[in-house]
C-alpha cells in the first residue's frame, strides 16, 4: 500500500540553525500539507500546498517556514533560524485529486532544539 | 471558526469493553468528518471517514455516524482490544481542496487484559 515517507526521523539542532524536513508524498497525489504536534498536545495546521504555489498557511507558518517541492516527488519544510518553541512532532501529509477531503499522513519528523 | 471538541481522556477500559469516545464539532458549511488513531510512537492513520449527514464511517470494528442535528460524530466500538490503545482524534475538513484539518485534542484510550 503506498505511503508517506518522511526523512529524518528525529532531527537534533542548535537554536538559529535552519533545519529542513523532507517527505515524500504518495506518487499521484497533488496536494500536499505540513502539519505540526508539539508533545501533548493537539496537532496544528501550517500550510497546504497544490500546483508549486501555497493554498492556504495558519499564523504558525510564518516568514521562518517556507515550503518547496524541488522535484517530482519530494516535499520540503524549511526553517530558517529554528527556536526552541519550534521542538515538535512535523507531519506531511498527502491527498489525491480524487479525494480530496482526505489526508494521509507520514510518521513523522521529531525535531528538537536545543 | 471551525473547531473540533472532544471528550476529556485518559479513557481506560478492560479487554472486550464497549468504547465510546464523544466529538462534537462546529463548523460552517458542509465539513467532511474524520477518526485517526495515533499508536505510541507512531504517526497518524486515518482510521475512517464520514462525507455527509448520516453516513457511517466503518474500519476494524470502530463506527461513526455523522449526526448533523447534534453535530456529532462520535466513535465506538463493541469489543476494544488491548492493540486498540491509542491516542484517537477526531477531525473535520470543509472538503475543498488545500484546506486544513481541524483536529480535537485527541483522547488517549488504554486498553487492560
Known amino acids: 500500500e503506498p505511503e508517506v515517507t518522511q526523512t529524518p526521523s528525529h532531527q537534533v539542532t542548535q537554536m538559529g540553525q535552519e533545519v529542513i524536513l523532507r517527505c515524500v508524498p504518495i506518487?499521484?497525489?497533488?496536494?500536499f500539507y505540513w502539519y505540526r504536534q508539539i508533545l501533548g498536545q493537539k496537532v496544528e495546521f501550517l500550510v497546504s500546498?497544490?500546483?508549486?504555489?501555497?493554498?492556504?498557511k495558519s499564523e504558525i507558518f510564518d516568514d521562518q517556514f517556507s515550503v518547496e517541492r524541488p522535484d517530482g516527488s519530494n516535499f520540503t519544510l524549511k526553517i530558517r533560524s529554528t527556536k526552541l518553541e519550534d521542538s515538535a512532532m512535523y507531519f506531511c501529509?498527502?491527498?489525491?485529486?480524487?479525494?480530496?477531503?482526505?489526508?494521509?499522513f507520514g510518521p513523522g519528523t521529531r525535531l528538537t532544539v536545543l | 471558526g471551525d473547531s473540533v471538541t472532544q471528550m476529556e481522556g485518559p479513557v481506560t477500559l478492560s479487554e472486550e469493553a464497549f468504547l465510546t469516545i464523544n466529538c462534537t464539532y462546529t463548523?460552517?458549511?458542509?465539513?467532511?468528518l474524520f477518526w485517526y488513531v495515533q499508536y505510541p510512537g507512531e504517526g497518524l492513520q486515518l482510521l475512517l471517514k464520514?462525507?455527509?449527514?448520516?453516513d457511517k464511517g466503518s474500519n476494524k470494528g470502530f463506527e461513526a455516524t455523522y449526526r448533523k442535528e447534534t453535530t456529532s460524530f462520535h466513535l465506538e466500538k463493541g469489543s476494544v482490544q488491548v492493540s486498540d490503545s491509542a491516542v484517537y482524534f477526531c477531525?473535520?475538513?470543509?472538503?475543498?481542496?488545500?484546506?486544513?484539518?481541524?483536529f480535537g485534542k485527541g483522547t488517549t484510550l488504554s486498553v487492560s487484559s
Open positions: 501529509a498527502s491527498s489525491s485529486q480524487g479525494a480530496r477531503d482526505t489526508q494521509y
Open positions: 506518487s499521484n497525489h497533488l496536494y
Open positions: 500546498f497544490y500546483n508549486n504555489e501555497i493554498s492556504e
Open positions: 463548523a460552517t458549511g458542509y465539513p467532511s
Open positions: 464520514a462525507t455527509k449527514a448520516d
Open positions: 477531525a473535520l475538513t470543509t472538503g475543498q481542496a488545500g484546506t486544513a484539518l481541524i
